[in-house]
């Protein structure tokens, strides 16, 4: 095989396949050069002047290195990994650094490990880090636990490719033992851990990069994203559904600097997908909010390569492989053609692999929830002020309000307000557990939503405004094996996400025409459209994301690191 490279690069021998007559990225020098790209055996032979045995006329287009996620959880998607694959690989993705953290936390090692076979039948790379907290904190209660020992006995197994976010900065910085055994392990076997440090700045951020902790994709401001690039972090500018900030921490990105940026999308559901894009998205906001546009692919390809240890990829270049994206322009990033080792995948915006689906039954059946009555959903207050939640747009972050409310009967009077009860109930033990917290802004009259995707250990949330339509939704939540549903009126519409109670076995169609008319109804029912109505709300119980949040446990303030009580 060397041989014939070597033959198709110097000219010798035709290459197995030639991309003529078009432009390309060079992410070496930054420049957008002419040449044709030959490509022999899934390598890049050359650029220049080629003959091939299939030649892919690209006249007025621009090929660029195929594009990396640098960290992506293929579950919010809500399909799986060969559904997903068929709706990222058309908008010019060829890799992805999975963290499957949600389905490990419902399933442990097993989750991981269906991500990674699952993904075997289709031509994306899918790298699987080992998640790093399972569960992302001791204050919620997860489908599974993945101990510093769990982490030595599994981070060199062949499917594992690096540690996942590390969100236990805490751990980290008082050297908590179970950290410091994961952080060892990942260092004893070379392999990459990713970071999860929001508003972490100073000597505790020196103390976590010191730690071995590599990248970090929660920055909330410029300066945060330029303190973490300015101490050797990469730093993803992220392009999700429920968290944009790309266009935020654009103005981070410098001369000096962007050779330590990454795209990544982390969250991005399945018809935020299929209408808007992957991280061809994510390269449109980036160059509309200033960045060049030959600097976004450097960032999007080569920095991910060399981040990850992806030897070979992120560049058109002899010797690289034939991971190639064919765009009309680099500034609406439509994608034309996608190569994956010299193979074309996508075309047109459509697939062209098809993959029969790895459907286990480890990750099959996973709700295990107690009945609930509508009185379990009665929150008594000792006064008439309450610590609330408060979502904000564009963001998983939160703040902590007060707010007078009243109450009557033993349970806080919504009526008349913008507040909403919300209810986190454990579904993996049916332990009973139900935290109860009231939320501000989120604008739902009338009835109830819910689902059983709640980061990270994704117990049963749900929000409403009576606690007869909150009772219903657990009951409709528990009788499908998982999912999404809405409740007006006392009428019950849902959605099934039968693995793990995350994803949908469904095709890729299937799925987005039934979630896109449940979301239409929660917006019918006064949700912001500020928010994704499901998507925003998973991330209410996400105790690692300042400012508050709920855990089956309780109201937690994650600036404290502990719970707080609902009276003010």
Known sequence: MLEKLIDAAIGREKA???????????????????????????????????EGKVEYDISGKIAVPGLIDAHVHIESSQLTPEEYAKLIMPRGTTTIIADPHEITNVCGIAGAEYIWKAS????????????????????????ATLSGADTEKYIGENFIYGLGEFMNYPGVIYKDPEAMKKLKA????????????????????????????????????PEEAAEKASKGMYVHLREGSATRNVAVNASAVTPANMRRFLLCTDDRHAADLKANGHLDNALRVAVKSGIKPADAIVIA?????????????????????????????LENFRCYMTFKGGKLVAKEG???FEAEKYLPEAVRNTVNAKEVKADDFCLKLKGNRANVIRILKDNVVTERVVREVQ???????????????????????????????????????????????????????VLGDNNEDMAAIVSELRRIGGGMAICAGGKIDSLSLDIAGLMSSADAETYIRQSEAL?????AMGVSRGFEAFMSLSFLALP?????????RGLFDVNRFDFIGIDA
């Open 120 to 143: 075997q039948n289709v031509p994306l790379e899918v790298k699987v880090m080992l998640p790093s907290c399972v569960p992302a904190t001791a204050f919620e209660t997860s489908g």
């Open 519 to 523: 979301l239409e109804k929660a917006y």
């Open 544 to 552: 690692v994301i300042p400012e508050i949040k709920l855990t089956d």
């Open 407 to 461: 109450s009557a009967g033993g349970d806080v009077v919504l009526k008349g307000t913008d507040l909403l009860k919300l209810a986190v109930v454990e579904r993996h033990h049916k332990t009973g557990n139900i935290g109860i917290g009231l939320l501000e802004g989120y604008g739902l009259k009338g009835g109830a939503i819910g689902l059983t995707v709640a980061h990270d250990s994704h117990n049963i949330i």
């Open 16 to 50: 197995d396949v030639v991309l003529k007559n078009g432009k390309f990225v060079n992410v070496f020098t930054g420049e957008i050069q002419e040449g044709d790209i030959a490509i022999c055996g899934g390598k890049i032979a050359g650029f220049g002047k080629y």
């Open 186 to 221: 990942a260092a004893a076997a070379g392999k990459v851990v990713d970071g999860h440090a929001p508003n972490t700045s100073g000597n505790g951020l020196n103390a976590y990069i010191a730690a071995g902790i590599m990248t970090d994709h929660e920055c909330v401001t």
């Open 350 to 352: 459509k697939a062209l």
């Open 301 to 329: 390809t080569l920095n991910s390569a060399e981040c990850y240890r992806l030897y070979g990829k992120g560049a058109i270049a002899p010797g690289y492989d034939a991971d190639i994206a064919v765009f009309d322009d």
